[in-house]
């Protein structure tokens, strides 16, 4: 039986990603395929390995992007610096930190779980008096921009506070990265990773990774076999030493648009479109307040290209979003896993981070949503 | 400091892959982005582990793909089939059928490697005598399409050979998937995996991989914990159950080409294009013995689609491989890993395997190649 080809309809991505990507990144994907062997390529991932490490702000270790998703590049890092029976401490304020604690435990990690209620940050505080109370923790991780929340993880103060520690900085960055302010070297992250179709606005399939020059040590002094598509002492062999000893196919596509979306990050600035996303977000989340939504995230922990709106009580939330996709070709999330509350969750990310984007997504959240019946009254948080 | 974009060159990519995707495939991946949790894109991930299905030649089990390379779809099935502990007998004839023994004891398999010489195929009696010595053998693998030599293994046999037994068959598909004759249902291969870039002609970057009912039920009773990633219970959830359960996000645009691979994989048919891989590489390979090349590859177990020719004494096989690179535009292959013998690996596969593109690889052999000296002597092997 023959099939039609996928006609797939035009969506503007306003969820928690992907992001439509620049159409200069999709450009780049129909660039000459090359194999994965041949000389010119080989210098296009040695450049990539540079970019990269420009955009992580990490000028040592190794900074690369692994042939898979996002959730393989959380769990690459688990499972190259955890062995069996670490103690590992998680900051939990949503999904993704939930995420870490299972996989670590598929690694054998003992981990002591600190977690607060979805829409809080999880305080440094407790995170410290976990790593007193258990100095030989081998690790401490937390989200950076928690995608199911909205919520961002004060982590320059927690990297500093931990300065002098033996245990490493893990760090989701999934939702972060030339999103908001990361410095991966300066502030001391020893392991970050994120994922191409965010805040990068290339298409999904590749999890950028950084790696600082003590993580890489703890790798090669490990005991315990690591999985073979995770090992960076392989991948480095690749990525960095010439000649390249072969790991795996790379896909060579995939990589020409990460390369131009890094490519243009760097040339717009980090610092510009840092700037960029906040003041997208900070729109989008005004107006929204305005119209006497209750935004989930307290407000001193608001990720700008992350909102996770509440449903007010008596609307559909996901005939809600059926609708701004069907009518208006606009995605939205929803919550994420059965414990997360009545959300939706509108993402500002990469080429749509601007305010142009915002108020579009607001003229059909208008026109398909009622605003709560208490904004007139309180007018909102 | 800014960078210019990425300007590869045009190549006709005759090594072991990737080979030139069809250009149809190549316009699929510029079709419309759309969310992973799209409800059009869950239609178009249930309608491809369908098409995945038929090109596996399986109708019940589980026919997906990963969001990960052919070495992961490798590691995969060896995390997801193995228990620590547990005896698994492998099939060695090549740099990968290695790499199947290097990842298994990573896992904690006890490996029992049946090894033959590069170039020849491992005897199915040597395997099936080992299994009649290790009755508890929880797995038997092998590389079905060698892509190190050249080599086919008599798969249809061992797998006939195997009904009864408690051992599953391991088979690596990588090179093989509508190249070769393959029929993984009704010969009884209970995981087999390959990938987007050699005879489906897609961009790398996807593992079509392919779980027989009761390697299903194995992977659901084990007790060891597996990586989150390979995880084939949650994906399942995700790719097969309605309404999906989310696991991670897929390269949307990466399975829009495959979606298109697949299709025109089976619109041609199945039995219309490994007859066209047959054609082409036997034709390759008449007229390099012709021209008094001698091939690696025993001629009984010899590929059409991926063929090893011996480096003539006194030739450097390096600058060969670059002259046909830098001055014709061609692409192929050397020797694999510090084992392998002095060889050039060429592909003609998927798009690419066409006695038209043979003759356009023999023309630039022939300006660059000097003719083996035996070859007026002797006329070749």
């Given at each position: 039986m023959t099939r039609p080809p996928l006609s797939p309809p035009t969506r503007l991505l306003c969820g928690p990603g992907p992001s439509n990507p620049d159409p200069r990144v999709l450009a780049a994907q129909q660039r000459p395929i090359v194999g994965h062997l041949d000389p010119t390529f080989h210098d296009a991932l040695l450049e990539l390995a540079e970019l990269l490490g420009e955009v992580w702000r990490r000028p040592d270790g190794m900074s690369i992007a692994l042939s898979a998703t996002g959730t393989s590049g959380m769990e690459a890092g688990l499972a190259a610096l955890i062995e069996p029976g670490d103690e590992v401490i998680v900051g939990v304020c949503g999904f993704f930190g939930a995420r870490i604690v299972e996989i670590a435990r598929r690694y054998g990690a003992e981990v002591i779980e600190v977690s607060v209620p979805f829409g809080q940050a999880v305080p440094n505080e407790r995170l410290l008096a976990e790593l007193g109370r258990h100095p030989g923790a081998r690790l401490v991780a937390v989200v950076h921009a928690e995608t199911s929340t909205g919520v961002a993880h004060p982590l320059a103060e927690l990297a500093a506070a931990m300065a002098g520690s033996d245990a490493l900085l893990f760090a989701d960055c999934v939702t972060s990265l030339s999103g908001i302010p990361l410095e991966a070297g300066g502030w001391g992250v020893d392991y970050g990773y994120s994922c191409s179709q965010k805040c990068l606005g290339a298409p999904p399939g590749l999890s950028p990774v950084s790696l600082s020059p003590r993580a890489l040590d703890r790798i090669a002094a490990r005991r315990a076999p690591m999985p073979y598509s995770f090992d960076f002492e392989l991948l480095r062999r690749y990525w960095i030493d010439r000649p390249a000893t072969y790991h795996h196919t790379v896909p060579v596509l995939a990589y020409y648009a990460l390369h131009e979306a890094v490519r243009l990050a760097l040339e717009e600035g980090l610092e510009t479109r840092w700037a960029r996303h906040a003041e997208a977000g900070a729109h989008l989340q005004h107006e929204l307040r305005e119209r006497g939504f209750e935004l989930l995230a307290e407000p001193e922990h608001q990720l700008p290209q992350l909102t996770a709106v509440c449903v007010p009580d008596g609307v559909d939330g996901k005939a809600v979003q059926a609708e701004l996709l069907d009518r208006h070709g606009i995605e939205v999330g929803g919550g994420l896993g059965?414990?997360?509350?009545p959300i939706w969750r509108l993402g500002l990310m990469g080429y749509n981070a601007t305010v142009e984007t915002a108020d579009r997504l607001l003229e059909a959240f208008d026109a398909v949503v009622a605003r709560p019946r208490s904004a007139s009254l309180s007018g909102g948080r």
């Open positions: 059965p414990s997360a509350p």
